[in-house]
């Protein structure tokens, strides 16, 4: 089992920043990435994107691409969502997430995912 622990949500203003961070409580052998999705009231859940823990290479989603970075801590087994730019329509609960065996790259459809996270949320306010 591995435990994803999400942080940094909160209230911002429409063109402001904000930093959301996921620790896991261990990295097993077939945990390439970690990633984010999120879910805006009354909408399905979406990719956001995704690191590779290896080289650190990253999957963004088209729709953030630009705006949102994503990095990572491997000694605390951590990863990071940097927003910037942020716009009213982003307002979301975020969720990091790990699905094994598979690449950031690979990490894109929410029914495939083996570990969620309890979500954080963000609001931007307009």
């Known amino acids: 089992q591995v435990q994803l622990v999400e942080s940094g949500g909160g209230l911002v203003q429409a063109g402001g920043s904000l930093r959301l961070s996921c620790a896991a409580s261990?990295?097993?052998?077939?945990?390439?990435?970690m990633g984010w999705f999120r879910q805006a009231p009354g909408k399905e859940r979406e990719f956001v994107g995704a690191?590779?823990?290896?080289?650190?290479?990253?999957n963004i989603a088209d729709s953030v691409k630009g705006r949102f970075t994503i990095s990572k801590d491997n000694a605390k087994i951590t990863i990071y969502l940097q927003m910037n730019s942020l716009k009213p329509e982003d307002t979301a609960d975020y969720y990091c997430?790990?699905?094994?065996?598979?690449?950031?790259?690979?990490?894109?459809?929410?029914?495939?995912?083996?570990?969620w996270g309890k979500g954080t949320l963000v609001t931007v306010s307009s």
């Open positions: 997430a790990t699905r094994l065996r598979t690449s950031a790259q690979a990490m894109g459809d929410p029914n495939l995912v083996d570990y």
């Open positions: 261990r990295r097993t052998f077939f945990m390439y990435a």
């Open positions: 690191i590779n823990w290896s080289d650190g290479s990253t």
